[in-house]
């Protein structure tokens, strides 16, 4: 089946600084890309959609200055968390769409941990 | 915009006990997807249903989609230990997955 990865899984850093997440469709192409945030126990919340060459659409109340989202390829989108807070440590999931297959399914990379002391 | 809504938030069973958890919208719905996710892990597809009333199985699991194609359920028969996680519906629309709240099992041996 498809896979996506995720980079880093887990990741702890300063508050102030700048994180980059990456995911990967490894056996895919991905045209479209999700990004979600996951605080404990609680659901999944879309944050914005990537297209691959062109601009990511964001949700209602997500800073795309703060979320930058940048989908260079068919396989690659990253997530860059910038001057990161306490309030931005959550689980930062990605889905990908591929092209074929069941219409509408996603396949989401494992996540990546990120705490901001 | 639109939203889903899922009860319950928990469900603890016994083992070989069944359960179920549904799904509602006030809007009616091109898809129903379901999911699960185990603790610590990611949401794994399970299923997608498209028609009015469909009625989809995985061996002991039975997925539904309503008439007016506003609500889902999904039913476990007699559950294991290994049906431990959290279950999510979500609709796609435009290709946007917005998700239900979730519902978290735990299955007591």
């Known amino acids: 089946g498809a896979v996506v990865s995720q980079h880093p899984s887990r990741v702890i850093c300063k508050s102030g600084t700048s994180v980059k997440i990456e995911c990967r469709s490894l056996?895919?192409?991905?045209?479209?890309m999700f990004w979600y945030r996951q605080f404990p126990k609680q659901s999944l919340m879309l944050m914005a959609t990537?297209?691959?060459?062109?601009?990511?659409?964001?949700e209602q109340g997500v800073e795309k200055d703060k979320f930058l989202i940048n989908h260079a390829s068919l396989t690659l989108s990253t997530l860059t968390v910038t001057s990161a807070h306490p309030e931005d440590s959550s689980f930062y999931i990605c889905?990908?769409?591929?092209?074929?297959?069941?219409?509408?399914?996603?396949?989401f990379g494992p996540g990546t941990r990120l705490t901001v002391l | 915009g639109q939203q889903v809504m899922q009860i319950p938030q928990y469900q603890h069973v016994q083992e070989g006990e069944d359960f179920t958890t549904y799904c509602n919208s006030s809007?009616?719905?091109?898809?129903i997807q379901w999911y699960k996710q185990r603790p610590g892990g990611h949401p794994v597809f399970l299923i997608q249903?498209?028609?009015?009333?469909e009625v989809k199985k995985q061996k002991r699991l039975t997925f539904q989609f309503g008439e007016a194609k506003k609500n889902s359920s999904l039913h476990i028969t007699a559950t294991q230990t290994t049906d431990v996680g959290t279950y999510f519906c979500?609709?796609?629309?435009?290709?946007?997955?917005?998700f239900g709240q979730g519902t978290t099992l735990q299955v007591k041996p």
């Open positions: 889905s990908a769409q591929g092209l074929g297959g069941i219409v509408n399914e996603q396949f």
């Open positions: 056996d895919f192409q991905a045209t479209t």
């Open positions: 990537s297209n691959e060459g062109s601009k990511a659409t964001y």
């Open positions: 809007t009616t719905l091109s898809n």
């Open positions: 249903l498209v028609k009015s009333g």
């Open positions: 979500g609709s796609s629309n435009t290709g946007k997955l917005i």
